[in-house]
């Protein structure tokens, strides 16, 4: 497990302002945003967030925004953008909330084939556990509103992992440090708490 710091949001701000005008008004409506859904039950937060980053990002895909197959980008990178592919929508809504005030052990990023359109995909989105073994509600890009994984029926876990372990599917039993076995997560990780969202 990696020591983590805390939100900071002087410190997103200024790593905003880095980025120009456009990025540093985007970070203001962000940390407006996780203060208000600080003062929120918790289903009221992740309804806020789910609303927030669904509504400011147009997916696309990393080759057209990054200019590379596969790019994890920080909450402040897809808001600078403007758009992202499922990761991103995943990752700025974990790091949303966890800044808000929700326990990281309630959220989970997982990895799951979607079938769509006659077709299955590689996909990611937030699982969101009121205690744990329960059932998760999901947060996705694909379908805006919050539903339990059960109305997913278009979605497999393969596995899940936040700042605390890595799972194979959705189940309690761990498969090791995400820190260590997804590169792109440790990165990710060290990148946001530079920003000071984590």
Not at 26 to 47: D, S
Not at 50 to 74: C, K, M, P
Not at 114 to 140: C, F, K, N, S, W
Request: proline residues 5%.
């Amino acid at each position: 497990m990696l020591a983590l710091g805390a939100y900071q949001a002087s410190r997103v701000q200024e790593a905003a302002a880095q980025r120009g005008p456009r990025v540093a008004a985007q970070a203001q409506a962000l940390v407006q945003m996780i203060e208000q859904a600080g003062t929120q039950p918790e289903l009221q937060r992740l309804k806020l967030v789910n609303d927030f980053f669904n509504q400011r990002l147009a997916w696309r895909d990393d080759l057209e925004v990054w200019g590379v197959v596969d790019y994890w980008a920080s909450p402040l990178e897809a808001l600078e953008k403007g758009a992202g592919d499922c990761e991103d929508y995943a990752i700025a809504k974990y790091f949303s909330l966890a800044a808000s005030g929700v326990p990281v052990a309630k959220l989970r990023m997982v990895y799951v084939r979607a079938r769509q359109g006659g077709q299955t995909l590689a996909h990611m989105v937030l699982a969101y556990y009121a205690e744990p073994g329960a059932e998760p509600l999901i947060l996705d890009n694909l379908r805006p509103i919050l539903l339990p994984a059960s109305q997913r029926g278009d979605l497999t876990p393969v596995f899940s992992f936040n700042t605390e372990g890595l799972w194979q599917g959705v189940g309690q039993t761990t498969a090791g440090n995400p820190l260590v076995r997804i590169s792109m997560w440790r990165d990710l990780v060290a990148k946001v708490q530079a920003e000071g969202m984590f």
